[in-house]
């Protein structure tokens, strides 16, 4: 089992930064490939960012490419997802989520999930 806990969400103005970060216990956190998904009301939870167990290789979902990075710690079992030039779209629950193998975009194939922490954009 891997435990994930976000935290860094909260309220930003447009045009602003915020850091959200994930704590993993439980199991090897270098072994895990991990993610950040959002879910914003009434709509799907859709990819954001994954990266590979080293960090070395990471992938953007169009809408974020260029603003966000994800970026993980090993020795701190910790994952983290920066975010620039929020824009009010961008609001929503960001929730991160681990998987064994690859990473990938797709929902359904993480294992472990987070509790999910809130990002709100103001205009």
């Known amino acids: 089992q891997v435990q994930l806990v976000e935290s860094g969400g909260g309220l930003v103005q447009a045009g602003g930064s915020l850091r959200v970060s994930c704590l993993a216990s439980?199991?090897?956190?270098?072994?895990?490939?991990m993610a950040w998904f959002r879910q914003a009301p009434g709509k799907e939870r859709e990819f954001v960012a994954a990266?590979?167990?080293?960090?070395?290789?990471?992938l953007y979902a169009n809408s974020v490419n260029g603003r966000f990075t994800i970026s993980r710690d090993n020795a701190k079992n910790t994952v983290y997802l920066q975010m620039n030039s929020l824009k009010p779209e961008d609001t929503a629950v960001y929730y991160c989520?681990?998987?064994?193998?690859?990473?990938?975009?797709?929902?359904?194939?993480?294992?472990?999930w987070g509790q999910g922490t809130q990002v709100t954009v103001s205009s």
């Open positions: 439980g199991r090897t956190f270098s072994n895990y490939a």
């Open positions: 990266i590979n167990w080293s960090g070395g290789d990471t």
């Open positions: 989520a681990a998987r064994r193998r690859e990473y990938s975009v797709a929902v359904g194939a993480y294992d472990y």
